[in-house]
């Protein structure tokens, strides 16, 4: 019985020790700037990326149309 219990532990520290790295491979960089985004298929249409101007836009349409719940109709 013992031995099961040693056995079993040693078997989940090599498990443990086994696990893949977890590193950030996406390429996107966190500090830049949201408008410069990449144009992806899921890319608002009419939007490109670096356009600040169309992107600002898009968040104000988003806002009236979906989270301003005076607008809404019941």
Same mark, same amino acid.
């Given at each position: ?7 079993? /532990? ?5 498990? %443990?020790?086994?696990? =893949? &790295?977890?590193?950030? +491979? ?10 410069? /985004? ?5 890319? %608002?249409?009419?939007? =490109? &990326?670096?356009?600040? +101007? ?21």
């Amino acid at each position: 019985m013992k031995r099961t219990f040693i056995l079993i /532990g040693a078997i989940c520290m090599v498990a %443990a020790c086994t696990e =893949k &790295p977890q590193t950030i +491979t996406s390429g996107n960089r966190p500090d830049a700037q949201a408008f410069k /985004g990449p144009a992806t298929s899921f890319t %608002a249409a009419g939007w =490109k &990326p670096g356009d600040k +101007t169309a992107w600002e836009q898009q968040l104000k349409t988003r806002v009236q149309n979906g989270q301003n719940d005076y607008n809404k109709v019941n």
